[in-house]
T-cell receptor
Framework: QQQVKQSPQSLIVQKGGISIINCAYE??????FPWYQQFPGKGPALLIA?????SEKKEGRFTISFNKSAKQFSLHIMDSQPGDSATYFC??????????????FGKGTMLLVSP | DGGITQSPKYLFRKEGQNVTLSCEQN?????MYWYRQDPGQGLRLIYY???????QKGDIAEGYSVSREKKESFPLTVTSAQKNPTAFYLC???????????FGSGTRLTVV
C-alpha cells in the first residue's frame, strides 16, 4: 500500500527557531515530493517541492532535504515566524498515465510558532 | 483571478440523503481530484479525473460518485451508502505531473 509517514504530529517552536518536519516513504515509484501548508478552514497551498534527483532545494526560509537511499525527506523552516503557524503536509506523487499523477499525503504536522 | 471554487462552504445533511458538492475551476487544468480530510488522517483520495467523461476511483471511493461532463466542473455526490460522511472535502486540479495541485477552499459536510 502506498504510504507516506510524517512526523511529528505537532511541533512547537519559538520565534526565530528552526522547524523540522520529517517524512518517509516506501514506494520507489514516487517521483515528486511536494510540501503543502494549510491554514484552518482553507485548502492546502503548495509550499515547495523536490524531485528525487536533487538532494536539497531552498526557497527563501524553506528548505527540503531529500535522501533517496533512505527514502526520507524533510522540511526545514528557518527563522520560524508566528505567521508560519499552520498544518504542514508532505506528499509523494506517482504517475497515473498521460502525464498526470496522484498525490499520497502524510497525516500532517501542526506547527505552532510561539512569539 | 484563476482558481478553484468549491460550494457550499458548509453543508448539513440528514442521514439517508444524498448531497452534491460543487467544484469549478477556471485554470484550464485537465486533471481534477477529490480528497477527504479528517482530523489526524491527512488527505485521502476519493476520485480523480484526467479528461472529460473519464474518472477513476481513488483509495476511498465507496459511498461516493462523480461526473466530469465539462472540463471546468467535477461535482462529488456523497450518497447514503457512505457510512461516515462528516468530513472536510477538498477539490483540486493539476496541469500535469511535477506541477503540484491547486486546491479549493473546501466544503465542510456535517451529517445531522
Amino acid at each position: 500500500q502506498q504510504q507516506v509517514k510524517q512526523s511529528p504530529q505537532s511541533l512547537i517552536v519559538q520565534k526565530g527557531g528552526i522547524s523540522i518536519i520529517n517524512c518517509a516513504y516506501e514506494n520507489t515509484a514516487f517521483d515528486y515530493f511536494p510540501w503543502y501548508q494549510q491554514f484552518p478552514g482553507k485548502g492546502p497551498a503548495l509550499l515547495i517541492a523536490i524531485r528525487p534527483d536533487v538532494s536539497e532545494k531552498k526557497e527563501g526560509r524553506f528548505t527540503i532535504s531529500f535522501n533517496k537511499s533512505a527514502k526520507q525527506f524533510s522540511l526545514h523552516i528557518m527563522d520560524s515566524q508566528p505567521g508560519d503557524s499552520a498544518t504542514y503536509f508532505c506528499a509523494a506523487s506517482i504517475k497515473i498515465g498521460s502525464g498526470y499523477s496522484t498525490l499520497t499525503f502524510g497525516k500532517g504536522t501542526m506547527l505552532l510558532v510561539s512569539p | 483571478d484563476g482558481g478553484i471554487t468549491q460550494s457550499p462552504k458548509y453543508l448539513f445533511r440528514k442521514e439517508g440523503q444524498n448531497v452534491t458538492l460543487s467544484c469549478e475551476q477556471n485554470l484550464n487544468h485537465d486533471a481534477m481530484y477529490w480528497y477527504r480530510q479528517d482530523p489526524g488522517q491527512g488527505l485521502r483520495l476519493i476520485y480523480y479525473s484526467q479528461i472529460v467523461n473519464d474518472f477513476q476511483k481513488g483509495d476511498i471511493a465507496e459511498g461516493y460518485s462523480v461526473s466530469r461532463e465539462k472540463k471546468e466542473s467535477f461535482p462529488l455526490t456523497v450518497t447514503s451508502a457512505q457510512k461516515n460522511p462528516t468530513a472536510f472535502y477538498l477539490c483540486a486540479s493539476s496541469i500535469g505531473a511535477f506541477y503540484g495541485y491547486t486546491f479549493g477552499s473546501g466544503t465542510r459536510l456535517t451529517v445531522v
